[in-house]
């Protein structure tokens, strides 16, 4: 979320690029999520790794439209919630890998034409959260998913009485900074933890593992620029990266009025 400074050495902490909207779906990130870290790191000549693959949550919010995009959490489904399509038929293993089910979800709405469509023209299926209750016993979605049933309850949803509509949301960056085991950069000083660095979790990370990667990886970033903090000299202070900057701007024909 953040750019840490400690004495010399620095760590690019800054999270994921989901309100990019790549490819033009809606995103469970929060408004910060811009990619600032990964531009300040390739400015300073930083390598990327796996940005070739984004990951989409299956269920993401697809009504009503206030909360678009938020996750809908897989254990939803774990719980015994089915998806399904607008005849109520079931389409996909819901417990599939997160690809094949978004992938089976955009292609039963777009491909098949067989999904529900929003007032506002939005598409998605049928999540059957119903079938909680049916098979647990009621009183089942309130105890484990308190925060799921707020979040639609304030909208008049009842997920106990009535199915919700959904479709894949961008949800992590698989992607991003090049980093070693001590979550170097390349760049001398410069650290990366969290998702704003690529290759900790492959091509498709799996279910709770960004917590894992943040505490495992922050810690290992911490420790390793405290100590290079204390070996680290400082360098000639200059503007030139302004200079430079300012070149690029004029090289692409970007006008800003920005100091």
């Known amino acids: 979320e953040h750019i840490v400074v400690r004495a010399r050495s620095t760590i690019i902490a800054t999270g994921g690029f989901g309100r ?3 490819q033009g779906f809606p995103t469970t990130n929060h408004y910060g999520a811009t990619a600032d870290g990964l531009v300040l790191a390739y400015r300073a000549g930083a390598k990327f790794c796996f940005m070739d693959s984004v990951q989409y949550h299956p269920t993401g919010v ?4 206030q909360i678009l995009g938020l996750l809908i959490t897989e254990k939803v489904r774990s719980l015994g919630a089915q998806l399904v399509n607008k005849d109520g038929n079931q389409f996909v293993y819901p417990l599939e890998t997160r690809d094949v089910v978004s992938a089976a ?10 999904g529900v469509v929003t007032p506002t023209g939005m598409r998605g299926v049928w999540l059957d959260t119903p079938m909680i209750d049916i098979r647990h016993g009621e009183g089942t979605t309130k ?3 308190p925060a799921m049933y707020r979040q639609f309850n304030r909208f008049g949803i009842d ?3 009535e199915a919700v509509v959904t479709y894949p949301t961008l949800h992590y960056q ?9 979550c170097e950069t390349g760049i001398k000083n410069l650290y990366a933890a969290g998702e704003v660095s690529g290759g900790v979790h492959g091509r498709n990370r799996l279910m709770g593992n960004s917590l894992l990667d943040v505490n495992v990886f922050g810690r290992i970033a911490g420790i390793n620029a405290a100590l290079s903090a204390k070996k680290a000299k400082l360098g000639k202070l200059t503007l030139a990266h302004v200079e430079k900057y300012e070149k690029m701007l004029e090289r692409e024909g970007i006008k800003t009025d920005r100091v």
């Open 174 to 182: 698989n992607g991003g900074l090049c980093i070693n085991d001590k």
């Open 105 to 114: 979800i955009i292609q039963e709405c777009y491909e098949n034409n067989m």
């Open 20 to 22: 990019l909207h790549i």
């Open 159 to 161: 997920l106990t009485k």
């Open 143 to 145: 105890k484990f998913l």
């Open 62 to 65: 697809a009504y009503p439209e």
